[in-house]
C-alpha cells in the first residue's frame, strides 16, 4: 500500500510539472526550427466586418517574415480561433491557444469586452497578448502591449477639432460597451472643459440596427442649431446608423464623427458615409513609400479591392506581428514570457503610418495623431496630422 501511494504521489509531481511547463507558456510553442503563436479574431460576428483586415494584416506580415528567413532562423507557425465578438467565447479560444496549442505568445482581439475577460487568463498562465486596436486606455494590463492608439492621442485632438470647425453642440452615441462608455466620459470632460454643450448622451445594444427613434431625437434635440454626433457604433450597428441617417438626408445640419469609421466601413457604405470624420492613427490614403509597399503587398495576396478598406486596426496587426517578431528575435534562445515583455521596451518598428516607438513605461506605442474625412468614394483623406508622435498615456 505504502509503495502504492508513493507511486501515486510521484505521477501526481510528474503531472504537475508538466501542466506548468505547458500551461505557464514560458517556452511554449517554440522547437527546433518553429515559433507557435496564436490569432484571435472575429471571423464571424458583429464585428467581423472589422477584424478581416485585422487576420489578413497578421497573415500577411507572418508570411513576409518567414519569407525573409524567419525569427533567428525559426518559421512562424500560427495558429488561429474565431472568438465571434463574444468575450465568453474570447475566453475559451484564449484558453485553448495557451493549453492545447501551446503558443508562445498571442495576437488579436478588437472589442475591449474580450480584451477585458481574457486579461485573468493571461495572468494565470503567463501568456502575453499583442492588442492591435485603439482603446480607452484607463486599466492597462501587464501581459498586454498595445499597439493601437489611445484617447490622447486621438480624442485629445479630435474633440476640439470639432469643436472649432463643426459645432459647439454634442450629441453623443454609442454601443453599450466597455469602450464607448470609456470613450463618452473622456469626450464629456473634454467638451465641458471647452465650454461646449452636451445635448443627448445614450449608449444602445449592440444588436440595434433600427435608429428612427433616435434619429428622430436628434432632430428634436438639436434643432436647427445642429450637433456633432459623436457616434462610436459598433460592426452592423453602425452601419445601419450610417445608412438610416444619409437616407433622412439631415447631414447638412448634422455631421457624425466617430472614432470606429475607418475604411472597411466607409468603402461599404460610399456616399453614405461621406462627409463624417473620423479620428485614428491611420488612413490608408497615407502617402509615404512603406504604406505603399503595405498596400501592394495586400492587394497582391487578398485582392486589390480588399487594399482600399485596410483599417487602422489592420496596419495596427501587421505591426503588431512584426514588433512581436522583433521582440523575439532579441530573445534569442532564451524564450521566456518575461523576456518578451521586456524586449518590446523602445523597440521601433518602421511601420506603414510612419515610425513607431513602444513606450517602456506602459507597453503603448508613440503615435501621430490623425483625423480624417470620408470622401465620395467612401476613401478617407487626412485633413489634420499632429507634427510628430505622441506620447502614449493610456490612464490619462
Given at each position: 500500500m505504502k509503495k502504492f501511494k508513493r507511486t501515486i504521489a510521484m505521477l501526481m509531481v510528474t503531472a504537475m510539472i508538466a501542466f506548468c511547463f505547458t500551461g505557464c507558456g514560458s517556452k511554449g510553442g517554440s522547437s527546433s526550427d518553429t515559433i507557435k503563436i496564436g490569432l484571435a479574431f472575429s471571423l464571424t460576428g458583429g464585428t467581423a466586418i472589422t477584424e478581416e483586415a485585422m487576420y489578413n494584416s497578421a497573415v500577411l506580415a507572418i508570411e513576409e517574415i518567414n519569407a525573409a528567413g524567419g525569427i533567428n532562423g525559426k518559421q512562424i507557425e500560427y495558429v488561429v480561433k474565431d472568438y465571434a465578438t463574444d468575450p465568453d467565447t474570447a475566453v475559451k479560444v484564449i484558453k485553448e491557444l495557451i493549453l492545447q496549442d501551446e503558443v508562445t505568445a498571442i495576437v488579436g482581439l478588437y472589442t475591449s469586452a474580450s480584451r477585458v475577460a481574457v486579461e485573468p487568463i493571461l495572468e494565470e498562465y503567463e501568456v502575453p497578448l499583442v492588442y492591435p486596436t485603439f482603446y480607452e486606455g484607463e486599466e492597462p494590463n501587464d501581459y498586454v502591449v498595445y499597439t493601437g492608439c489611445v484617447p490622447n492621442q486621438q480624442g485629445d485632438y479630435f474633440v476640439p477639432y470639432l469643436f472649432e470647425n463643426v459645432s459647439e453642440n454634442f450629441y453623443l452615441l454609442g454601443t453599450d460597451t466597455t469602450y464607448a462608455q470609456g470613450i463618452n466620459r473622456q469626450a464629456t470632460e473634454?467638451?465641458?472643459?471647452?465650454?461646449?454643450?452636451?445635448?443627448?448622451?445614450?449608449?444602445?445594444?449592440?444588436?440595434?440596427?433600427?435608429?428612427?427613434?433616435?434619429?428622430?431625437?436628434?432632430?428634436?434635440?438639436?434643432?436647427?442649431?445642429?450637433?456633432?454626433?459623436?457616434?462610436?457604433?459598433?460592426?452592423?450597428?453602425?452601419?445601419?446608423?450610417?445608412?438610416?441617417?444619409?437616407?433622412?438626408?439631415?447631414?447638412?445640419?448634422?455631421?457624425?464623427?466617430?472614432?470606429i469609421m475607418d475604411e472597411s466601413f466607409s468603402t461599404a457604405l460610399g456616399s453614405a458615409a461621406a462627409d463624417t470624420y473620423a479620428s485614428v492613427n491611420y488612413f490608408n490614403s497615407i502617402d509615404s513609400e512603406a504604406n505603399k509597399a503595405f498596400l501592394t503587398a495586400y492587394g497582391e495576396k487578398f485582392g486589390e479591392d480588399k487594399a482600399s478598406s485596410v483599417t487602422a486596426v489592420g496596419e495596427a496587426t501587421y505591426d503588431a506581428v512584426y514588433l512581436l517578431a522583433g521582440s523575439l528575435e532579441k530573445c534569442g534562445d532564451d524564450i521566456t514570457t518575461d523576456n518578451i515583455l521586456a524586449n518590446f521596451d523602445d523597440l521601433s518598428f518602421d511601420a506603414p503610418q510612419g515610425t513607431i516607438t513602444v513606450d517602456p513605461e506602459n507597453n503603448h506605442i508613440y503615435c501621430k495623431a490623425r483625423i480624417g474625412l470620408v470622401q465620395e468614394d467612401g476613401s478617407i483623406a487626412t485633413i489634420f496630422e499632429s507634427d510628430d508622435v505622441i506620447k502614449p498615456e493610456p490612464t490619462k
Amino acid at each position: 500500500m505504502k509503495k502504492f501511494k508513493r507511486t501515486i504521489a510521484m505521477l501526481m509531481v510528474t503531472a504537475m510539472i508538466a501542466f506548468c511547463f505547458t500551461g505557464c507558456g514560458s517556452k511554449g510553442g517554440s522547437s527546433s526550427d518553429t515559433i507557435k503563436i496564436g490569432l484571435a479574431f472575429s471571423l464571424t460576428g458583429g464585428t467581423a466586418i472589422t477584424e478581416e483586415a485585422m487576420y489578413n494584416s497578421a497573415v500577411l506580415a507572418i508570411e513576409e517574415i518567414n519569407a525573409a528567413g524567419g525569427i533567428n532562423g525559426k518559421q512562424i507557425e500560427y495558429v488561429v480561433k474565431d472568438y465571434a465578438t463574444d468575450p465568453d467565447t474570447a475566453v475559451k479560444v484564449i484558453k485553448e491557444l495557451i493549453l492545447q496549442d501551446e503558443v508562445t505568445a498571442i495576437v488579436g482581439l478588437y472589442t475591449s469586452a474580450s480584451r477585458v475577460a481574457v486579461e485573468p487568463i493571461l495572468e494565470e498562465y503567463e501568456v502575453p497578448l499583442v492588442y492591435p486596436t485603439f482603446y480607452e486606455g484607463e486599466e492597462p494590463n501587464d501581459y498586454v502591449v498595445y499597439t493601437g492608439c489611445v484617447p490622447n492621442q486621438q480624442g485629445d485632438y479630435f474633440v476640439p477639432y470639432l469643436f472649432e470647425n463643426v459645432s459647439e453642440n454634442f450629441y453623443l452615441l454609442g454601443t453599450d460597451t466597455t469602450y464607448a462608455q470609456g470613450i463618452n466620459r473622456q469626450a464629456t470632460e473634454l467638451i465641458n472643459s471647452l465650454g461646449g454643450n452636451i445635448v443627448g448622451d445614450e449608449l444602445v445594444s449592440s444588436d440595434i440596427t433600427e435608429f428612427s427613434d433616435i434619429i428622430a431625437k436628434i432632430k428634436d434635440t438639436c434643432g436647427d442649431e445642429g450637433c456633432v454626433i459623436y457616434a462610436n457604433l459598433n460592426g452592423d450597428s453602425g452601419t445601419a446608423f450610417y445608412t438610416q441617417f444619409a437616407a433622412a438626408g439631415l447631414s447638412d445640419k448634422y455631421t457624425i464623427a466617430s472614432f470606429i469609421m475607418d475604411e472597411s466601413f466607409s468603402t461599404a457604405l460610399g456616399s453614405a458615409a461621406a462627409d463624417t470624420y473620423a479620428s485614428v492613427n491611420y488612413f490608408n490614403s497615407i502617402d509615404s513609400e512603406a504604406n505603399k509597399a503595405f498596400l501592394t503587398a495586400y492587394g497582391e495576396k487578398f485582392g486589390e479591392d480588399k487594399a482600399s478598406s485596410v483599417t487602422a486596426v489592420g496596419e495596427a496587426t501587421y505591426d503588431a506581428v512584426y514588433l512581436l517578431a522583433g521582440s523575439l528575435e532579441k530573445c534569442g534562445d532564451d524564450i521566456t514570457t518575461d523576456n518578451i515583455l521586456a524586449n518590446f521596451d523602445d523597440l521601433s518598428f518602421d511601420a506603414p503610418q510612419g515610425t513607431i516607438t513602444v513606450d517602456p513605461e506602459n507597453n503603448h506605442i508613440y503615435c501621430k495623431a490623425r483625423i480624417g474625412l470620408v470622401q465620395e468614394d467612401g476613401s478617407i483623406a487626412t485633413i489634420f496630422e499632429s507634427d510628430d508622435v505622441i506620447k502614449p498615456e493610456p490612464t490619462k
